[in-house]
C-alpha cells in the first residue's frame, strides 16, 4: 500500500512535469519516468506481462520516436520561446471541477473506499507472479489474446497495418509515379542529365 | 559449504537480494575492466603489437590506472549543453546496463537457480531493459549541445530500433522450442540439443544484430571517428565517459551473456563434461563470445549508415521473420 502511494504520487508528479516542462525533451524524460512507474504499478497489481510490454512497447518503441523527432527538430532550442507559456486563466475551475465529478463518480462505484484503493478482488495480489493460472500471467495472457479474443487481436493487427501503410503512403518516396517502365527509364535520364548540367532539379 | 549455503537461505529476503546485487555488481565490474584489456591485448596481437604492457606485470595493473585517470580528469559541460539531460545520460546507460544482471541466471544447483530475481518473463525483461539503453546514447547525444554528438545519437536510434525488431524475431524461434519465458527454463529445455543447431538461422541473426544493438565495430556508426569525432560522447569528459565506456562493456557482456543463455545452452556441460561446474561453462561461453566480438573488431571494416539500415530492414527483418514462421510450423506439426 505505501508503494502505491509513492508510486502513485511519482506517475503523477511526473505527468505533471511532462505537461509543464519548458523544454520538449524534459517532457519526454517525464513521460518516461511517468511510464517506469506506471509499470511499477501494473507490477503490484500482479499484471507482470503487461508491466513489460508496456516498458518495451510505450518507453522502448514510441518514446523513443517521440525523442528522436524532437531532437531533430529543436536541437537545443525551446521552440515555444516567444509563444504565449500560460494555460487559460478557465484551467483553474476546469480542474477542480473534473476532479469532484471523478471523486464523486468513484465513491459511487467504490461504495465509500477512496483513499483505500482496492488492490485485487480475490484476495492477495502477491502470488507465485507469472505462473499459469495467476492473475497477469504470460500463459494466460497469451492464451486468452490468441483464443477467446483473437478477432479483436486481428483487427487490431489489421488497422495497424492500414496506418503504416497510410504513413507510407503520405511521407514515403517522393519520386514521380510513373506508368511505364520505359517511362520511367526517361525520368532518370532526364534527371541524370541535369544532374550533369550542374543544377539541382 | 552445506551449512554456509542454510545460513544464507535464513536471511531475510531483501538483504539476501542487497548481497547478491553487490557481489554481482562486483563481478561485472570486474570482469568490464579485464574484458577492456583484454580487447585492448587481443587488437594488439592481431595487429602485431605487443598492447598495453607497462602498468604492472604484463599489463595487468592497466584498468586501475586507466580509472585513476578518468577519475582525475576534469569533468567539463560544454556551454550549449543542456545541464540536467547531460548529466542525467551516463546514469541512464549505466543503470540499464547493468539492472539487466538481475534477471540473469549464471548456474543451477539442486536448491534453485544462481540468479538474482528468477522472473518468469524474464527474456521480456532483458527485451524491455535494453530497450531503455538507447535512451542514455540519444539524451546524452541531444543535450551536448553540438552536431556531431547530435548526428551520433541520431544515427543510435535509428540503427538501436531497426535492429531491436530482428532481435526480438530472433528470440521468439527459442521461445516456441522451449516454451516458456523463463531463462532457467530456457536453459533447461537445452539439456540435449543446445539451440543454436536448430536455430542456426535465428542465431545467426542475433549475433549480426547483437553487435549492432551495442553499437560496436563494424556497426560502430555511432561513433564513427572519421565521420564524428566520437559520436554521442564526443563532449564528455572525465567520469562521466567512463560511464559510457562501462556501460558499453557490460552491454557487450550482456548480450554474450543472453547468447549463452538462449543459444549455446547455458550451464550445460557439452559431451557430457559435467565434471566442471556449471558456471564455469556459463563463463567459457559467455568468454568465446566475448572475444569473437573482439575478433570482429579487428577484422572487418565499417559499414556504411545507409548500407547497415538497408541490411537491418531488408535482409535481417524478412530472415528473422521467415525464420519465425519455419519454426512456428515444424514444431505446431511435431505436435
Known amino acids: 500500500m505505501i508503494a502505491f502511494w509513492i508510486v502513485g504520487a511519482i506517475v503523477v508528479a511526473s505527468a505533471v512535469w511532462t505537461v509543464t516542462a519548458r523544454k520538449p525533451v524534459y517532457s519526454v524524460v517525464g513521460l518516461l519516468i511517468n511510464f517506469a512507474a506506471l509499470a511499477a504499478l501494473y507490477l503490484s497489481l500482479s499484471a507482470e506481462f503487461l508491466a513489460v510490454i508496456q516498458i518495451i512497447v510505450y518507453s522502448g518503441a514510441i518514446l523513443i520516436l517521440f525523442l528522436f523527432v524532437i531532437a531533430l527538430l529543436s536541437s537545443g532550442v525551446a521552440p515555444f520561446a516567444q509563444g504565449p507559456n500560460r494555460l487559460p486563466r478557465i484551467v483553474v475551475p476546469a480542474v477542480a471541477i473534473v476532479a469532484v465529478a471523478l471523486v464523486g463518480l468513484v465513491a459511487g462505484i467504490n461504495g465509500a473506499a477512496i483513499l483505500t484503493p482496492s488492490v485485487s478482488p480475490s484476495g492477495s495480489p502477491l502470488g507465485p507472479v507469472g505462473s499459469a493460472g495467476v492473475f497477469g500471467s504470460v500463459a494466460d495472457f497469451g492464451k486468452a489474446l490468441f483464443t477467446t479474443h483473437l478477432l479483436p487481436f486481428e483487427v487490431t493487427a489489421l488497422i495497424l497495418m492500414v496506418a503504416v501503410i497510410g504513413v507510407v503512403m503520405l511521407a514515403g518516396d517522393q519520386t514521380p509515379y510513373v506508368g511505364s517502365s520505359k517511362q520511367a527509364a526517361r525520368v532518370e535520364r532526364q534527371a541524370r542529365e541535369a544532374i550533369l548540367r550542374g543544377g539541382d532539379r | ?335
Open chain 2, 1 to 335: 559449504m552445506q551449512a554456509a549455503l542454510g545460513t544464507l537461505n535464513a536471511l531475510p529476503v531483501w538483504l539476501l537480494i542487497l548481497i547478491k546485487s553487490a557481489v554481482l555488481l562486483l563481478v561485472v565490474v570486474t570482469s568490464f575492466a579485464y574484458a577492456m584489456l583484454a580487447e585492448r591485448k587481443i587488437l594488439g596481437w592481431m595487429q602485431l603489437r605487443p598492447g598495453p604492457n607497462r602498468v604492472g606485470p604484463w599489463g595487468l595493473m592497466q584498468p586501475a590506472a586507466d580509472a585513476a585517470k578518468l577519475i582525475l580528469k576534469e569533468d567539463l559541460t560544454p556551454k550549449t549543453a543542456d545541464p540536467l539531460i547531460y548529466k542525467l545520460a551516463p546514469f541512464i546507460s549505466l543503470l540499464t546496463a547493468f539492472s539487466v544482471y538481475a534477471v540473469i541466471p549464471w548456474g543451477a544447483s539442486p536448491s534453485g537457480t544462481w540468479a538474482i530475481g528468477n522472473v518468469n518473463a524474464g527474456i521480456l525483461f532483458l527485451l524491455a531493459i535494453t530497450s531503455i539503453g538507447v535512451y542514455g546514447i540519444s539524451l546524452g547525444g541531444w543535450a551536448s549541445g553540438s552536431k556531431y554528438p547530435l548526428l551520433g545519437s541520431v544515427r543510435s536510434t535509428a540503427q538501436m530500433i531497426s535492429y531491436e525488431l530482428a532481435m526480438s524475431l530472433s528470440f521468439v524461434g527459442v521461445l516456441i522450442l522451449s516454451g516458456t519465458t523463463s531463462l532457467a527454463g530456457i536453459v533447461s529445455a537445452q539439456a540435449t540439443w543446445w539451440f543454436f543447431i536448430p536455430q542456426c538461422v535465428g542465431f545467426l541473426v542475433y549475433v549480426v544484430t547483437a553487435v549492432a544493438e551495442t553499437n560496436r565495430a563494424p556497426f560502430d556508426l555511432v561513433e564513427a571517428e572519421t565521420e564524428l569525432v566520437a559520436g554521442f560522447h564526443t563532449e564528455y569528459s572525465g567520469l562521466r565517459f567512463g560511464l559510457f565506456f562501462i556501460a558499453e562493456y557490460v552491454n557487450m557482456l550482456t548480450v554474450s551473456c543472453i547468447a549463452t543463455l538462449l543459444f549455446l545452452g547455458g550451464w550445460n556441460a557439452p559431451f557430457g563434461l559435467t565434471m566442471i561446474p556449471g558456471v564455469l561453462w556459463f563463463v567459457a561461453k559467455v568468454g568465446a563470445f566475448m572475444f569473437f566480438y573482439m575478433w570482429l573488431r579487428a577484422t572487418l571494416p565499417r559499414l556504411r549508415y545507409d548500407r547497415l539500415m538497408a541490411f537491418g530492414w531488408k535482409v535481417l527483418l524478412p530472415v528473422a521473420t521467415l525464420n519465425l514462421i519455419v519454426t512456428a510450423v515444424v514444431v505446431a506439426l511435431r505436435g
